[in-house]
């Protein structure tokens, strides 16, 4: 499926981060995938998504230059490709 | 730079990693490793003869299962996200299931090696019930001689059974972990057949000459070109898990994926039985040895504060590699296939594919008795001298 930033994202709720120096580590534990995000602000966005009704609302509200947004939405899709981020409506 | 890297959950980090600046934050290490080794008791039913941490019998001063918890508890404060258990056979343990479902409720995931023996129906069952749990089964040959001559009598059919266990109980995608030696290199497409069969994943590590691997390092360590092969091998089959072990193989040309650099006491760990923290599973020596979790402030103290992780950290030499071209694709290779061999820490990798361990060997092996491995055999009372 692909990334639609018109609809609403969530972490996948088996998936945990880990804060670190350069942003976090995020593990999932259903697919025993680990992710590095590079940035925190990314971190940020990331654990704000379930407060909007879509990732656009989320970036909206977000600190994040919006020339660094293709960069962002392109790290949110490789996140939700390995399941790490779920669209809402959908049953994990 | 890329925001993500979505390394495979065997191997620590995805090659892109290399040329975007996260390597040097992980040289610098992080807060808590990506990945922790806990060999839970070096009682074993098998004496295999690479043994890496000379395991067989118990050692008496094992962490009860009271401290095992408090570790635990420990990785979960810490968000270590899941630990690698070893040993020995960690089955043997009579609180293992206990500890591992201890683990799981407590957020700490778990991959455990096991030769096979402890897999019955009935656990096979369980096992596949639980996402948090994942397995992996050691074989060392794609048949019972190649395997046995290594592992011991009867130990191939053990595993055989314990992965028809598995696969019967639709356990999808447990590891089989083979320790890549001069007698099996060839059989790696066997390997292949094999897990493709199971339903598993094949894991393919490097052979150190830790433990009992020292007395039959002459024997198993693969040929210049076997390594060779074996390269290019995994070049074409990237899917195959490694723990990022062969990068001293990266010095052949195109690196290989992963983290191609050393992760001891930056990323990785080892707690043995007794609660000794030390840099790497393959560095059982003094040497390596940063605290014991039994100590005050715990593992997290060690991981964070001992004096031999903040060495670790520090940028490190090249050395004698200095001078070589590849060194930034073989980072001076494995610390511990250097220590144990008697090469220095800032010199070649034994196995170095450009053939500088060979002549870095000798010279040692004419200066000095070289060094011994710490466990030659479970001792009560003060650590012998290494």
């Not at chain 2, 040289?27 to 060999?39: F, M, N, R, S, V």
């Not at chain 2, 790497?280 to 964070?304: K, S, Y």
Request: hydrophobic share 40%; charged share 20%; aromatic share 8%.
């Amino acid at each position: 499926m692909t990334f639609d930033s018109a609809v609403a994202y969530r972490l996948h709720e088996r998936v945990a981060l880990r804060p670190e120096p350069f942003g976090a580590l995020a593990y999932h534990y259903g697919n025993r995938r680990l992710n590095f995000l590079r940035a925190p602000e990314l971190v940020a966005l990331v654990e704000s998504l379930d407060s909007y009704d879509s990732v656009r609302d989320a970036f909206d509200a977000a600190d994040i230059d919006p020339g660094r947004w293709p960069s962002f939405e392109k790290a949110l899709a490789s996140l939700a490709a390995s399941d790490f981020l779920v669209a809402e409506g959908i049953d994990p | 730079m890329t925001l993500i890297d979505n390394p495979r959950p065997d191997n620590l980090v995805l090659s892109p990693v290399k040329r975007s600046g996260l390597a040097d934050q992980m040289k610098a290490g992080l807060d808590a490793p990506i990945c922790l080794t806990w060999e839970l008791t070096y009682a074993c039913n098998l004496q295999c003869v690479h043994c890496l941490s000379s395991s067989g019998r118990r050692d008496p001063r094992e962490l009860t299962t009271d401290e095992c918890e408090a570790v635990i508890d420990e990785l979960q404060r810490m968000q270590v996200f899941y630990i690698n258990i070893g040993g020995g056979e960690p089955t043997i343990r009579k609180d293992f299931w206990h500890l591992v479902h201890y683990a799981v409720d407590h957020g700490v995931g778990v991959k455990f090696s096991t030769n096979g023996s402890g897999i019955d129906a009935t656990v096979a069952e369980h096992l596949a019930q639980s996402d948090y749990v994942d397995v992996q089964i050691s074989i060392d040959g794609a048949d019972a001689a190649t395997n046995d001559h290594v592992r011991g009598d009867g130990s191939f059919a053990t595993a055989v059974e314990a992965m028809e266990h598995l696969r019967a109980a639709g356990f999808e995608g447990f590891k089989i972990s083979v320790v890549m030696t001069r007698h099996n290199i060839a059989q790696v497409d066997d390997f292949r057949a094999m897990a493709d069969r199971y339903g598993a994943q094949l894991r393919l590590t490097r052979f150190r000459p830790s433990g009992r691997g020292a007395d039959s390092w002459g024997d198993l360590h693969p040929t210049d070109q076997q390594q060779r092969d074996l390269y290019h091998w995994l070049i074409d089959h990237p899917d195959v898990l490694t723990g990022d072990s062969f990068f001293h193989l990266s010095a052949l040309g195109e690196a290989l994926p992963g983290l191609n650099l050393c992760g001891a006491g930056r990323v990785v760990c080892l707690i043995d039985p007794i609660g000794d923290v030390y840099a790497c599973p393959f560095v059982l020596h003094d040497e390596f040895l940063a605290g014991n979790v039994r100590d005050e402030g715990g593992f997290a103290q060690v991981w964070q504060q001992s004096n031999l992780f903040a060495e670790l950290r520090e940028p490190q030499s090249a050395g004698a590699c200095a001078s070589c071209g590849h060194f930034d694709a073989c980072q001076g290779g494995c610390m511990a296939a250097k220590f144990f061999t008697g090469i220095p820490l800032d010199g070649p990798d034994p196995e170095c594919v450009l053939g500088h361990g060979e002549a870095a060997m000798d010279s040692v092996a004419r200066a000095s008795v070289g060094k011994d491995h710490s466990r030659t055999a479970v001792v009560i009372g003060p650590k012998p001298i290494g």
